[in-house]
């Protein structure tokens, strides 16, 4: 029902900033919560951020509280991730995602609509 592009990835050093774009097309982006999640090599899939569909409600995972913020724009049908004061440890692919509803946020098998990807690079 909607599909997700990411964008605005790269490689950074540590203390610098990035910011995530994840553009939507197909359906009316207001009707969906978006989650970001990311996944570093032989780790699992973790939560990172989460916005409702108007925006009034955020939820951020301990380790990126104080450094990152959610934003949408539905007008423009897209979601950003503001990163700042990046650390070596936030390296990973970086994945926008999408439901109707959602009640356990942090849970990425919640979702059933997902970006490609884009790698965002800390170093150290």
């Known amino acids: 029902q909607v599909q997700l592009v990411e964008s605005g990835g790269g490689l950074v050093q540590a203390g610098g900033s990035l910011r995530l774009s994840c553009a939507a097309s197909?359906?009316?982006?207001?009707?969906?919560?978006v989650g970001w999640f990311r996944q570093a090599p032989g780790k699992e899939r973790e939560f990172v951020a989460y916005g409702s569909r108007t925006g009034r409600s955020t939820y951020y995972a301990g380790a990126v509280k104080g450094r990152f913020t959610i934003s949408r724009d539905n007008a423009k049908n897209t979601v950003y991730l503001q990163m700042n004061s990046l650390k070596p440890e936030d390296t990973a692919v970086y994945y926008c995602a999408a439901e109707s509803s959602v009640v356990v946020y942090h849970d990425p098998r919640r979702y059933n609509y997902w970006g490609q990807g884009t790698q965002v690079t800390v170093s150290s």
């Open positions: 197909g359906r009316t982006f207001s009707n969906y919560a």
